[in-house]
């Protein structure tokens, strides 16, 4: 609510669905898959489908060029009024496709000047793009942080993209591990209001969610959205090759109570597709394909 939050921290999450439960039933988000490619490779991510780090598994999101994707948002402004928020969440890594994001949110920027801009990532490449995201006033950041010792990571990265070469192991989530937590901070000191995302693996992660969500809290994390994984090889998600569950409800619930005191959880989090339309889970993406957006005008 306005009384618990400084002016400038309300103003940039009263009309966000994600960021604040009471928006949700009343404003909506679009997201535009601009962004196919991705830098590392998450176990439980099947690269046929959306980015499993902020979307729902098993979905091909329709890809589009940025052309298309400003075209399809201005549409969708015109016909959604409560439509607030654009964001750029895969099908892959939005910040592993720099060109076409920013070309995205710079003609977003010029046309659209009122919109939020958001954006997901698993944090690699956002070290070194913290002044591209405050150049177009991207406001909201969401950074996948599945871990915060490397030693839990090599159990859930297989490898990472990175200086030119693929690294594994133990090795590469330590970078991964570096990257985030280094992106995270410079995100807070430019008053970027970021969000982490983590996915919850049974026997895994879940007994160091806590110590994730202090380490981001820390950091300034303004929410920490604990996400089930959902783990069905037709869903095309999968945990390495032994067919690791997902968590039951009870399980996400108490990991995410576990975790109060710390940074704030979210818990209306709809795992959207790369090209979600409309209110949190109402989907209108099928009503907004592109074939249908060109014959709108
Ligand atoms: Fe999209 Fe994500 Fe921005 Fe929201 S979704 S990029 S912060 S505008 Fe929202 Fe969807 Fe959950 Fe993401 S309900 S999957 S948290
Ligand atoms: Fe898949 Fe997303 Fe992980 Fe990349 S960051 S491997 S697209 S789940």
Avoid at 39 to 51: F, G, L, S, T
Wanted: proline share 5%; with cysteine; net charge negative.
């Amino acid at each position: 609510s306005p009384e618990e939050l400084p002016a400038e921290v309300w103003e940039k999450v009263k009309n966000h669905p994600c960021y604040s439960e009471d928006a949700h039933p009343h404003y909506a988000r679009m997201h535009v898959a601009v962004a196919p490619a991705c830098n590392i490779q998450c176990n439980y991510c099947n690269r046929k489908y959306d980015c499993s780090n902020e979307s729902r598994p098993g979905v091909v999101s329709q890809k589009l060029t940025p052309e298309q994707a400003v075209k399809k948002v201005m549409t969708v402004a015109n016909e959604i009024p409560q439509m607030t928020v654009l964001g750029i969440a895969g099908p892959g890594d939005s910040l592993a496709n720099p060109t076409k994001t920013f070309d995205t949110f710079r003609m977003l920027r010029e046309q659209a000047g009122d919109i939020k801009l958001c954006l997901s990532t698993n944090g690699l490449a956002l070290p070194d793009l913290v002044d591209e995201i405050c150049r177009y006033d991207i406001d909201h950041v969401t950074i996948t942080i599945n871990m915060v010792d490397p030693a839990v990571g090599e159990k859930i990265y297989s490898w990472i993209f990175w200086d030119h070469r693929r690294v594994k192991g133990y090795e590469a989530a330590r970078i991964l591990h570096e990257r985030q937590m280094q992106g995270l901070e410079m995100l807070t000191a430019r008053g970027v209001l970021t969000k982490v995302n983590s996915v919850l693996i049974p026997g895994v992660n879940d007994a160091h969610l806590v110590e994730v969500n202090r380490e981001v809290k820390k950091r300034g994390a303004f929410l920490h959205n604990i996400m089930p994984l959902i783990s069905e090889p037709k869903h095309g998600t999968y945990f390495g090759l032994n067919g690791q569950r997902g968590p039951t409800a009870q399980e996400l619930k108490a990991v995410q109570d576990a975790c109060k005191g710390g940074a704030n959880v979210m818990r209306h989090c709809r795992q959207c597709r790369a090209d979600a339309v409309g209110l949190l889970g109402q989907d209108r993406n099928e009503e907004f394909a592109f074939e249908n957006i060109e014959q709108m005008e």
